[in-house]
């Protein structure tokens, strides 16, 4: 809900850190006892500001949530705390809609980076590991959502220097290859996954120079997730968990699949890669031809995003 201003016109949330995305920020894979869930962000709540616990977060995030749904909804009620820091990580359901467009993407987080860095907050960002490769799919299968993956994460690399983020290249994370750093689902960091995303985050802070106290610990609540426990969910509820999540996606992404597979056989795969990075470059040079969320060109070719290289 909208926060009150004070008599200085600022919010007396106006140091908190609000986090927008879908399920990976809204803390799926990080249970905590009694129901709901914790996540990266509460994690690294805790290791803001000049002493612990004196940036109390706001976290907007909504499973399922596209970057649509985070420009119209959840922007909104951010931009009314104005917050001291702001995470912005989302995509992923996109890429599993047979609407899929790049360029939709591309303008929703520009505007939503742009309005949150206009008002003053530090945006924390970061690239996603590729959902198809995470749950292990058939190369056909695998590559077109990939391809799609590559094209948001060029993306959100691109709006974060426009708009001089803070950037995690989560994607190209050691820890993302080790299979106790996910939960029984596969796209979901586990415990671990969420201290290490939090941790990563917290490192990158600090090296531009803004204040954070010690970083997340990495000693675990709860047990870490088990190769029986992961082949048990997938067969009991992973398929409909998939099926729930793309429904629409289905029927395309089998003729994506065949596709694939006719330029697999011809030898033409490229043609397909390069029609995709043809696709990311028109959606990146057509935000260079707006001024994001009213921020203004001048702001919008600041030097580029702090980055932490995995």
């Known amino acids: 809900m909208p926060a009150q201003a004070t008599g200085d016109g600022r919010s007396p949330a106006a140091d908190c850190f609000v986090a927008l995305g879908d399920s990976l920020t809204e803390g799926l894979g990080d249970p905590v006892p009694g129901g709901g869930w914790r996540g990266w962000a509460a994690l690294l709540a805790e290791s803001l500001g000049e002493r612990p616990g004196s940036v109390p977060l706001v976290n907007l995030a909504q499973s399922g949530a596209m970057a649509a749904d985070v420009t119209e909804r959840q922007l909104p009620a951010a931009r009314a705390l104005g917050p001291r820091f702001a995470s912005l990580l989302v995509g992923a359901n996109d890429t599993l809609r047979a609407a899929f467009a790049i360029e939709r993407v591309a303008a929703a987080l520009d505007r939503a980076h742009g309005a949150l860095s206009a008002d003053g907050a530090v945006v924390l960002t ?168 009213g921020a203004g060109k001048e702001r919008s070719m600041r030097k580029g995003a702090a980055t932490m290289a995995g």
């Open 126 to 293: 970061a690239c996603l590991p590729d959902p198809g490769r995470m749950l292990g799919l058939p190369a056909p299968l695998a590559r077109p959502l990939g391809r799609r993956m590559r094209a948001v994460n060029t993306v959100v690399h691109a709006v974060s220097a426009r708009y001089g983020g803070v950037h995690l290249h989560l994607a190209d994370h050691p820890w993302v290859a080790d299979r106790a750093s996910w939960s029984v689902d596969r796209l979901h960091p586990s415990e671990r996954g969420h201290r290490l995303l939090a941790r990563g985050f917290h490192t990158a802070l600090t090296a531009v120079g803004l204040p954070a106290g010690p970083p997340p610990a990495l000693t675990l609540d709860g047990p870490p997730p088990t190769r029986a426990g992961s082949a048990l969910w997938m067969a009991t509820r992973g398929t409909r968990w998939v099926a729930d999540r793309c429904t629409d996606l289905l029927p395309g992404l089998l003729g994506l699949a065949l596709r694939e597979c006719r330029h697999g056989l011809a030898g033409s795969g490229r043609v397909l890669d390069a029609a995709a990075d043809g696709a990311t470059r028109s959606a990146l040079a057509a935000l260079g031809r707006t001024d994001g969320a």
